[in-house]
């Protein structure tokens, strides 16, 4: 697919979660996601950072954290999850739709991966009724790798992942059955809210 359909991709995720966020009662943005010790608030201030850090910010954050960019992104998200509002942070998603930040080495699909990844964190979280739609979903999963599992962390062994909605399946094994969108979330090792997947292995990607 050509860069410019997955930059239209990314500027319509964009504009569809800012919307949602816009709209979001207060106690929502304290409610906890998929991400492990993040609430909302937290989510929303990491996918935003790529829009508010200058390069020269994002190094010197790096060196602090001695070069480990998950202990540098799990305080940058709680640093500014206390300072910057709920608001400025919606707000900072809408305004940044065509920004053309690139995960390193990740490319466009990387950075649509992200923002569809990070905005099913907080809507399956919280519950809501939102599904990605299928062409954007499609590059997100065409882009799952071993290689993905791997980095994630996610324990898929002896698992085939088979989606209900559209022509997916990944791995092989037992089946393990739901919606597209959670099925990618069990790639990325998020334990899921009860009832969304079906299969003799669910309870290994449940929250209990």
């Known amino acids: 697919m050509a860069d410019s359909d997955i930059r239209d991709a990314i500027a319509a995720e964009r504009h569809d979660l800012a919307t949602i966020l816009a709209g979001l009662p207060a106690d929502a943005w304290d409610a906890p996601s998929l991400c492990a010790g993040w609430r909302v608030h937290e989510v929303v201030a990491h996918m935003t950072m790529p829009f508010r850090y200058s390069r020269a910010k994002v190094i010197l954050e790096l060196l602090k954290a001695r070069g ?21 942070l919606a707000a900072s998603i809408m305004d940044n739709v065509r920004h053309p930040w690139k995960p390193p080495g990740g490319g466009y699909g990387g950075a649509l991966s992200h923002d569809v990844i990070h905005g099913l964190d907080i809507t399956v979280a919280l519950g809501l009724d939102r599904v990605i739609p299928e062409d954007r979903l499609r590059i997100v999963l065409d882009g ?59 309870d290994r990607y449940t929250r209990a």
């Open 68 to 88: 480990d960019f998950n202990r540098m992104a799990d305080r940058c998200a709680r640093r500014d999850a206390a300072k910057v509002s709920a608001g400025d």
């Open 144 to 202: 799952m790798t071993p290689k993905s599992v791997t980095f994630f962390g996610a324990d898929l062994d002896g698992v085939e992942l088979r989606a209900d909605d559209i022509d997916f399946t990944y791995g092989s094994g037992t089946p393990l059955h739901g919606a597209a969108q959670h099925l990618l979330l069990v790639v990325c090792g998020r334990a899921l809210p009860a009832g969304l997947i079906r299969g003799e292995a669910s």
